[in-house]
């Protein structure tokens, strides 16, 4: 069973910095996955941040945070972080990893950030606060 834990959440104010990470466990050695990042702020819809393939590493932005975030993994693949710049009283939110596991590569891009795509697991969250 995959297990996802998020943390590194924390208030900050407008302008600040948090590094976030996703850790993951129960892969197969075989298996092929892709990470996502997602926030859910109150009363407003989940939306996908960012997201990147174990198999090369590509990676994928949305626009709202191109630039600004930066996600990556360590090299054993084991976790996953995202790098919050220049945060924005927006982007405060919780913020979700999610795993897609497939037996071929995973391929990212706008469709592993859409709310239609289908992730096999989910972390519970942490909790992002920008304010001043």
């Known amino acids: 069973q995959v297990q996802l834990v998020e943390s590194g959440g924390g208030l900050v104010q407008p302008g600040g910095s948090l590094r976030l990470s996703c850790a993951a466990s129960?892969?197969?050695?075989?298996?092929?996955?892709?990470i996502g990042w997602f926030r859910q702020a109150p009363g407003k819809e989940r939306e996908g941040i960012a997201s990147?393939?174990?198999?090369?590493?590509?990676?994928y932005y949305a626009d709202s945070v191109k630039g600004r975030f930066t996600i990556s993994k360590d090299n054993a693949g084991n976790t996953v972080y995202l790098q919050l710049n220049n945060l924005k009283t927006e982007d405060a939110a919780v913020y979700y990893c999610?795993?897609?596991?497939?037996?071929?590569?995973?391929?990212?891009?706008?469709?592993?950030?859409?709310?239609?795509?289908?992730?096999?697991?989910w972390g519970q969250g942490t909790q992002v606060t920008v304010s001043s």
């Open positions: 129960g892969f197969l050695k075989e298996d092929y996955y892709a």
């Open positions: 990147i393939s174990s198999h090369d590493g590509s990676v």
């Open positions: 999610a795993a897609d596991v497939s037996f071929r590569p995973v391929r990212v891009g706008p469709l592993s950030l859409s709310t239609r795509y289908q992730y096999d697991y």
